[in-house]
């Protein structure tokens, strides 16, 4: 598992990076009423705004962590938005995308950099 | 952060694990570890206790009493202070020349004085505007080392009973002056809530003996600034610099029913407040827009600022959401702003730009969720 300094984690197997937020990202949003998925099939930046999640009080942008292809998202989600909170390492996973670059996620954070990061 | 002011009651706060926010010069707890929604549903289900002592206290004192203190402050205010009996409270504004909104008030007989509640953001303000347009013989004393706590929920009355047994007899917008362990407590049957309740003046050095008093009861939690707002946006009510300003209306902002008889045209005291003809004006031909309640379908909430649409395309804004949020009682999101009056019969469509995207509403009437005031 890889980390970003916004608070999300990336999974790879075989070019695919599943995506989600951080257990103390969770905690900080507070109760999660909605998640604003991308569409499967879009060409995603490094850095663009793909994800909106809407706590009970306020909007977030979830950006995407690498250049590539999102090939699934999420769509559990939709009804039940609390797993965020609930499970955000494990079943509320945001989106799959496949990396132009897999190599690329060796610059990301392992656990123990990320866990020093958020203190 | 330096120059946020810290509540009397900020290490009890601490101490339960709040998170601070900075609000109106305030560091307010905006959240307890329950979090937001889980506080909500209490105070809607028990009991939630509010700690609002960043808002301002306020006294206006005169020779002549309490008559020639709200003679005086009904030509500021287009609510009637006069005829109000001694131990009610009344929902009352400060207006400007042009009709809009200098601040939402809660306003107090208390026999040989009124008193007055003021937002906290709007305080220095409020002062200042009192001090320069009441006759000098009305005094304007801010009342400082009093913390203010509301006690909110069905279970608010019992809770709050068992320190203080005459507070069961109140009725909603009663006001009353009661001891607790030798301090001198003022109490309201009022809140932002919609819910029953109560707001309690303590004298800041008993206000934590108070608050822990309280908090000990197993049907209160403490709930903070975050549900506060949900709560109140659920019962329909403004949030003074959001819903309501220098340029809403009281009649724009559905507030003409804080306009008593006595102060519209043809009554014992017509006019005599700042902004009398456009607010008189409107009040007999009806405004050019009006805030109403909006239902956002699915479950994407319309924050302040989304845009408002007549049509799913093309056209310009019709309007804009002036607070918008997630309803955890209606388990859906809720929004208020401002339409055309043409725009504002319940049931009418609306479409509201989210990040782009028009997303269908439909105008709701206010409150979103009944309220259980004991009346």
Redesign the interface.
Known sequence: MKYTEDHEWLREEGGIVTVGITKHAAEQLGDVVFVDLPEVGAEVSKGDEIVVIESVKAASDILAPLDGEIVEVNEALAATPASVNEDPEGAAWFFRMKVKDASALSGFMDEAAYLEMVG | MSALKRLRLHDLHERLGARFAPFAGYEMP??YPA????E?LHARAAAGLFDVSHMGQVALRAPGGYEEAATAFEALNPAAALGLSEGRQRYGLLTNEAGGIIDDLMFANRGDHLFVIVNAACKEGDLAHMRAHLPAAVQVEEIGGRALLALQGPAAEAALARLLPGAAAMRFMDVAVMEWEGAELWLSRSGYTGEDGFEISVPEDRAEAFAEALLAMEEVLPIGL?ARD?LRLEAGLCLYGHDIDMETSPVEAGLDWAIQKARRTGGARAGGFPGAARIHRELEEGPARRRVGLRPE????M?EGTPLFAAAEGGEPVGAVTSG??G?SLEG?MAMGYIPAALAEPGTPLWGEV?GKRLPATVSPLPFRPSTYKR
């Open positions: 905006v959240q979090g937001v929604m889980k909500h975050g949900s699915g479950r994407a909430p924050r949020g997630f955890p999101p990040r």
